[in-house]
């Protein structure tokens, strides 16, 4: 698969778009235009260019890892429905001090690979959503319809055919032997469909190969798993995740948010945004710091991985007029705090003061940077945001890294 000609990706522009394209969530589509143009011209960045192709290798691969369904875990739910999502929770482990190992009991960082094979549905579930998001990128920055026609069959096939679709619910995610069938924690599972998925869609729905019943199928889908969301006792119930107080919680925000507005759901999607104000003011110091990331024995992950979440939030803000980028709570924390907290330790990783088990991976903060930059018009994070160095990564041995470069090169591009 090769790049169109700038004569022929032109016309390729003005008649590729479609009466039922679904609407963007997180990025902008008038700048992933200019950046499709600027891409396919004589003045494309090399750092551009070379993010291109490191998106075309990783669609390589995806057109070719298969079609994913919930059907084909090994393991039953306890419903007796193998249509249910089905994980274990990763950092919990059998009582090496009972026989039958139960009840298992948690080592927080410490992952059970237990958790992560193809008899449950959370390996399943990335391997889905990094592919599909893969082909559709490819898609809409290259415009073959190879790329789209594939994502599409990966999509009806986890969501929409009956035989293979995933029920709308997260009842049996992250369970742990002897205690839980499923716990509310387990929604964090599901974070994907949003951050991943949403705007995924929204590409490949420019395609010629997306129907109005496609259309349909997928807005129902996402409908009744925003309604689980909001009113299960996993979900929004007294207990359930909506009130969980660290990252957990804001990555239940971000989908709460994200669904809704991709629905077109807008009240509920300010009320996500509006809550992100409670997220700042529970989660974050006036020096920046989140203590209920910091007791993690990964802390820079965590640290980062809620900044991630809450950024989404604030994303989704620009969109329906609430500034969450610039909010300050009454004891002085904010976003922005948070982020230039981590900045001080982008080339001196090693120095992290806080708990954690390998040098943090520093460059994955870059999108975050960049995002920031561009919602707080901040010169100094774009700065830095524009200082990384990603030639030494590979699609093969470092995905986190080649997805940060692409939100620079591609989908956050400064224009």
Not at 94 to 117: E, F, M, Q, Y
Not at 226 to 253: F, I, R, V
């Amino acid at each position: 698969m090769t790049s169109y000609k700038p004569l022929a990706f032109a016309i390729c522009i003005a008649t590729s778009s479609s009466a039922i394209a679904a609407e963007f969530v997180f990025v902008k589509e008038e700048v992933l235009k200019n950046n499709r143009v600027l891409l396919h011209s004589e003045n494309a960045p090399a750092t551009m260019t070379q993010s291109y192709q490191r998106l075309l290798e990783e669609a390589k691969y995806a057109t070719k890892a298969g079609r994913f369904s919930v059907t084909d875990k090994g393991m039953t739910p306890p419903s007796g429905n193998k249509n249910d999502y089905l994980s274990i929770s990763p950092y919990w482990w059998p009582d090496k001090n009972k026989a039958d190992g139960l009840p298992w009991n948690r080592i927080d960082g410490k992952v059970n690979p237990a958790s992560k094979t193809s008899e449950t549905d959370s390996k399943r579930l990335g391997k889905f959503t990094r592919s599909v998001r893969a082909l559709a990128i490819a898609y809409y920055f290259s415009q073959d319809e190879q790329y789209a026609e594939t994502a599409i069959d990966y999509i009806r096939t986890w969501f929409l055919n009956p035989e293979t679709r995933m029920n709308p619910n997260m009842n049996y995610a992250q369970g742990v032997p002897g205690r839980a069938e499923g716990r509310r924690g387990g929604i964090i599972d599901s974070r994907s469909f949003a951050d991943r998925m949403l705007d995924a869609i929204a590409m490949v729905s420019q395609s010629p190969a997306w129907t109005e019943e496609d259309e349909n199928g997928i807005k129902q889908w996402y409908g009744e798993y925003l309604d689980w969301l909001l009113t299960s006792e996993l979900g929004g119930g007294p207990k359930g995740e909506a009130y969980a107080e660290n990252n957990h919680g804001s990555w239940y925000d971000l989908q709460v948010a994200g669904i809704s507005y991709f629905l077109g759901k807008e009240s509920i999607a300010m009320n996500a945004v509006e809550k992100g104000k409670m997220r700042i003011d529970s989660q974050f110091r006036a020096d920046g710091t989140q203590p209920h990331e910091l007791a993690r024995t990964r802390s820079y992950h965590y640290s980062y991985f809620n900044l991630d979440a809450l950024s989404g939030v604030a994303q989704v803000g620009e969109k329906i007029g609430i500034d969450l980028w610039n909010y300050e709570s009454p004891k002085g924390g904010s976003l922005k705090k948070g982020i230039e907290l981590l900045a001080q330790y982008q080339d001196k990783a090693e120095d992290w003061p806080y708990p954690h088990k390998k040098t943090p991976r520093v460059m994955r903060m870059m999108p975050i940077y960049r995002k920031a930059a561009l919602g707080m018009s901040d010169q100094t994070l774009l700065a830095l945001s524009e200082s990384g160095d990603f030639s030494q990564f590979t699609v093969k041995k470092n995905l986190a890294e080649i997805w940060a470069e692409r939100d620079i090169e591609l989908l956050y591009r400064k224009q």
